[in-house]
């Protein structure tokens, strides 16, 4: 996949610079871009249905050993799947959510993780039983509208040296996993058809980087249609600039929705001036 760095090219901006940094969308990355990607491996489009990307712009400290501001900038990726006979309520509810709550953050609270279970049991085995649920439960978060997760964080019982940093990984939701009718390939933690064709694959179980899930584009775009579902992205970004009292924050709240045939969907953005980060 393609590396975003928005700090690369960063100089050490003046006080002033940075506070007009936090006031723009300025390097937010088209969260398009980290949706729909093609791993260099193997010339395959894919889609996202999780990821946590950060970068952080180096420490500086002045004479007296004090935190000069410095920047911070953050996003993460969720999916769910919704029928798509209710998309048109979800989309009229992320906006009124929005324009209620100031903060743009309408995705389910819950977050499914499973610990410490040796992957070629997963999902069949007694342990993962408390995360093979069905649709959540719509009264759990502010949409009210059924949906299913995607995904779920993984804590590996043995933890390979490319997952240390956040000792985890992403693998498919059981429920995708059960109605897609995929099986462990039996290597890392990709997961595969009937035909041993691989359908998703976390890169950061084998090679360093941001914990990502990747689903091969053509084969959800058919289980989509054929089971009249929507892939529904939930994107929350934001960008810090931390200083020795607090901060200032930024973000970028965006939905997307997949039903196939065409990923489209909508962004906002908002300051929030003097909170701590």
């Avoid at 999902?123 to 759990?140: F, H, I, Q, R």
């Avoid at 240390?164 to 290597?187: F, Q, R, T, Y």
């Avoid at 084998?206 to 959800?220: M, R």
């Avoid at 939905?255 to 990923?263: A, P």
Wanted: charged residues 25%; contains cysteine; aromatic residues 14%.
């Amino acid at each position: 996949m393609s590396r975003f760095d928005p700090f690369s090219f960063f100089s050490f901006f003046s006080l002033q610079e940075t506070i007009e940094w936090i006031n723009t969308q300025t390097d937010f990355p088209n969260p398009l871009d980290l949706i729909k990607v093609t791993r260099p491996s193997s010339e395959r489009t894919h889609l996202v249905l999780r990821g946590y990307y950060s970068w952080k712009e180096q420490e500086r400290f002045d004479d007296n050993g004090s935190n000069l501001p410095h920047r911070r900038l953050g996003i993460s990726i969720d999916s769910y799947l919704i029928r798509k006979d209710e998309l048109d309520k979800a989309i009229k509810k992320i906006k009124a959510i929005w324009q209620e709550k100031g903060n743009g953050y309408w995705m389910p609270h819950y977050d499914p993780e499973w610990r410490y279970v040796f992957i070629g049991e997963f999902p069949w085995a007694e342990s993962c039983n408390n995360v093979n649920v069905d649709w959540l439960n719509e009264e759990n978060y502010d949409l009210k509208l059924p949906l299913i997760h995607t995904s779920l964080r993984c804590r590996p019982v043995f933890e390979r040296e490319s997952i240390k940093d956040s000792g985890a990984v992403i693998v498919p939701d059981p429920w995708l996993i059960k109605n897609m009718g995929l099986d462990w390939s039996g290597n890392n933690f990709d997961f595969v058809d009937k035909n041993k064709e691989v359908i998703t694959t976390s890169p950061n179980s084998d090679e360093s980087g941001a914990e990502t899930l990747l689903i091969a584009k053509e084969k959800i775009s058919t289980f989509l249609e054929a089971n009249d579902l929507v892939l529904l992205w939930g994107v929350w970004a934001d960008k810090v600039m931390i200083h020795e009292y607090g901060g200032t924050q930024a973000w970028l709240s965006s939905y997307y929705r997949y039903d196939g045939k065409e990923i489209i969907g909508d962004s906002i953005f908002k300051l929030s001036k003097n909170e701590y980060a």
